[in-house]
């Protein structure tokens, strides 16, 4: 399970601007969250006979790249479980009366669980849209990336307003950003909605 890690730009710079403005020193723990969920992805590559080609981080978090394409099942099953990793981490903070801990892991889990390409839980989706007849699953990923596409679009501008009315938290500006890069970046590397042509788990 060798990989590289690749840094984008947009991950220091999104990183920088939320410790300048990070008041409540929620970043750590947000930090801790957002490892224990890729390591869920991880440990599911790995029971399930795939490998990590690299690790790439961005501003809205990390997506691992895998080396060898899994099938349909099985790529659902290592798209959601970093989400259920995080779900699991939250109910032992909770137990261990850790709020904010729980709290960072369960909204972390929730939101990627969104039927959102790239999000886990979109990924999900798009993996067993290619269990489908091949017109039945060029139709559902078109219907998946056009939601898609809208709801990145939703979340920087409510993200925008956010930040321009509390002028301290840009992380949903950013997400929804990095979302539409994501896009940008996905629809140029499988111009005709291909199910699967890259694996990318985040």
């Not at 978090?61 to 939250?90: D, F, H, K, N, Y």
């Amino acid at each position: 399970m060798k990989g590289r890690l690749l840094v984008s730009p947009s991950f220091y710079v999104f990183w920088a601007v939320f410790c300048l403005l990070d008041t409540q020193n929620i970043l750590p723990v947000f930090a801790l969250a957002a490892m224990l969920h890729e390591l869920g992805h991880a440990a599911a590559i790995a029971c399930l006979g795939g490998s990590i080609r690299c690790v790439r981080l961005h501003a809205a978090g990390a997506v691992i790249m895998q080396g060898t394409p899994l099938s349909g099942g099985r790529e659902c099953v290592v798209a959601l479980a970093g989400p259920v990793t995080g779900l699991l981490a939250a109910i032992a903070f909770a137990y261990f009366r850790q709020p904010i801990e729980a709290g960072a892991n369960l909204v972390l889990s929730l939101f990627n669980l969104l039927p959102i390409v790239p999000l886990d839980g979109g990924i999900a989706v798009r993996s067993l849209l290619g269990l489908l007849p091949p017109t039945a699953a060029r139709v559902g990923c078109r219907i998946l990336y056009g939601s898609s596409v809208l709801a990145a679009v939703a979340l920087a501008v409510f993200g925008g307003v956010l930040l321009w009315q509390t002028g301290s938290n840009p992380a949903g500006l950013s997400v929804g950003i990095c979302l539409l890069g994501s896009h940008a970046d996905l629809l140029r590397d499988a111009r005709k909605y291909a199910i699967i042509t890259k694996n990318e788990i985040g």
